[in-house]
């Protein structure tokens, strides 16, 4: 095995990394470093204030090339390393995440504008799949299958090379994690481009992973927007694209790939429903209804937004969501009983206003919430929005139909299980889905029915990184996390040993 560059770990009592929102934002062969031929500036505006809080240049055509070259040259060398080995020092990272947490959970407020503990909760995810992946990777294995005569085969797990990733914006460092855990313990090295919005807690995971004595290179950090997705999907050195956005753009990478005949992941939008059957314990789906729609300001791909309740409970239902939606708290991320921070940006925050009021105008369709809060400075600049109960929702209406990325919730209502399970399926999307009941065998027929990746029981919006996750129908392709993401970041090669004479049949003759 050859020599790595750097001993495991580096300087086990000094394991600091720099959280800072300054430049450069590119992170390549191991450091910050500046793009060479960039594609204009995006300013980096946080939520909460509505303030610039960094310039990041774009990366152009060159920039991409220099960061997937280092990474093709660091996978040799990360190949020389076995997987458990490799597993050891993705614990590592785990271990440096998590001793910088409040740190970096700072940082991601600044960029998504979310309350301090959620990110808190997300920053922690991002250590539990650096921890499961680091863990199981030595567990990994090909097969050996018995053939006829003594001869065998081996079916070897390798690695695919360089992987492309793609981010959004509403889950910055985990949605990164959840593609560069597991391709790095597969063996992978990675080039990751965030989401334009929220551009730096990507930087300091690679400052976490040099910590824990990952190879410089392995993983690499381009900035830009679309363009710079772009040039890294079809970069010819990339040998598999990981994205994860709305399903245009979605569409796109999996053209990109299809030319390209590479494997792709696509984990995209959804439009989820949660059913609430008669005997179901009520607080309990109330809660769960609180869980799959306003964490985030709402901006959470697996929301189940559609709320489909039975109509004899409506009623109670209704008073007891309204009850706790009335006591949340819309206020400065940074405050420790905040439970709704700020809307990413201005232009989101006007879209999702405009579903609310296209719903307002709807006979029938009362409203709560779904207004604009201004808040004293500093924070007059945040968008903030109260989290919205459309009330008497249709399946027609256009918040019904498509996926809004805010805090509304359409309660819909409905008279037999027959009926909520066409209902629910009737949508392009498939990510996630949930059914609140106390009769066990209607909780598993419902879920066996429901299209959709993830089914919760009795809960919501729950992801342990050993349960795989991703979308049916337009919703996706492939899955994130569980052993199953291991294999996606792998190709299958089959070694053939045959233990006695090549069978030729008659093209030979003694
Ligand atoms: N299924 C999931 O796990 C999951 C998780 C989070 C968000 N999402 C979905 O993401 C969407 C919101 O995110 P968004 O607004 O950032 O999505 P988006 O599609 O606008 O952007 C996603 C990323 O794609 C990049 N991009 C844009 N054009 C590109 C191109 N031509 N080639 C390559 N990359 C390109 C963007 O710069 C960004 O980094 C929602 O639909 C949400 O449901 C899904």
Redesign the pocket.
């Known amino acids: 095995m050859k020599a790595m560059r750097r001993a495991f770990p580096r300087d086990p009592r000094s394991r600091r990394i720099s959280t800072a929102a300054t430049g450069p934002f590119n992170w390549v062969r191991g450091e910050r470093v500046a793009p060479s031929d960039g594609l204009g500036v995006e300013a980096v505006v946080e939520p909460g204030t509505g303030r610039v809080i960094a310039e990041v240049p774009g990366s152009g055509a060159r920039d991409v090339d220099a960061a997937v070259r280092e990474a093709a040259r660091a996978f040799e060398e990360w190949g020389e390393v076995g997987p458990r080995e490799r597993g050891r020092r993705l614990l590592g990272v785990a271990r440096v995440i998590e001793e910088n947490l409040e740190d970096i959970a700072r940082l991601e407020v600044r960029d998504t504008g979310k309350p301090i503990w959620e990110a808190r909760v997300d920053v922690g995810s991002c250590a539990d799949a650096f921890r499961f992946f680091g863990g199981v990777v030595a567990g990994f294995h090909g097969r050996h299958v018995q053939l006829e005569g003594g001869s065998f085969a081996v079916v070897r797990k390798e690695p695919l090379g360089v992987i492309g990733g793609?981010?959004?914006?509403?889950?910055p460092m985990q949605?990164c994690t959840w593609k560069v855990a597991p391709a790095l313990a597969a063996g992978n090295a990675f080039v990751y481009?965030?989401?334009?919005?929220t551009p730096l807690t990507a930087v300091t995971l690679g400052e976490a992973i040099r910590e824990a004595g990952i190879p410089d290179g392995v993983y690499n950090v381009v900035q830009?927007?679309?363009?710079?997705?772009?040039l890294?999907?079809e970069h010819p050195q990339v040998a598999k694209l990981s994205?994860?956005?709305?399903?245009?753009?979605?569409v796109?990478?999996m053209t990109?790939g299809a030319g390209r005949v590479v494997p792709v992941t696509l984990?995209?939008?959804?439009k989820s429903p949660l059913v609430v059957f008669p005997d179901a314990d009520l607080e309990s789906a109330v809660k769960g209804a609180l869980v799959g729609n306003f964490l985030s300001q709402g901006?959470?791909?697996?929301n189940g937004t559609r709320v489909f309740v039975h109509s004899s409970i409506k009623k109670p239902f209704l008073d007891m969501l309204l009850g706790a939606v009335r006591k949340m708290k819309v206020g400065d991320p940074f405050e420790e009983d905040t439970v709704v921070g700020a809307t990413i940006t201005e232009s989101h925050a006007r879209k999702v206003l405009s579903y609310i009021e296209e719903a307002r105008g709807e006979r029938g369709a009362v409203v709560h919430g779904g207004e604009r809060v201004r808040l004293p400075p500093p924070h007059d600049g945040g968008w903030y929005l109260s989290p919205c109960v459309v009330e008497n929702a249709r399946d027609e209406m256009r918040c019904v139909r498509e996926?809004i990325?805010g805090s509304v919730l359409s309660l819909l209502e409905f008279d037999d299980e027959e009926e909520a399970v066409a209902r629910a399926n009737a949508t392009e999307f498939g990510?996630a889905g949930a059914v609140f009941t106390r009769d066990i065998r209607r909780g598993h027929r419902v879920a066996a029915r429901l299209k959709a990746g993830t089914v919760w029981i009795n809960t919501f919006n729950l992801y342990p990184t050993e349960l795989p996750?991703?979308?049916f129908k337009r919703?996706?392709v492939g899955r994130?996390n569980g052993v199953d993401a291991l294999h996606h970041f792998s190709q299958t090669k089959t070694v053939y040993v045959e233990m006695g004479e090549v069978q030729c049949g008659p093209l030979w003759k003694d």
């Open positions: 793609i981010g959004a914006w509403n889950f949605t481009k965030p989401a334009q919005w830009g927007a679309g363009e710079t997705g772009r890294l999907c994205f994860t956005g709305s399903v245009p753009t979605g796109r990478v990109a984990e995209l939008g959804g901006e959470v791909c697996s996926e990325f990510l996750f991703g979308g919703s996706g994130e």
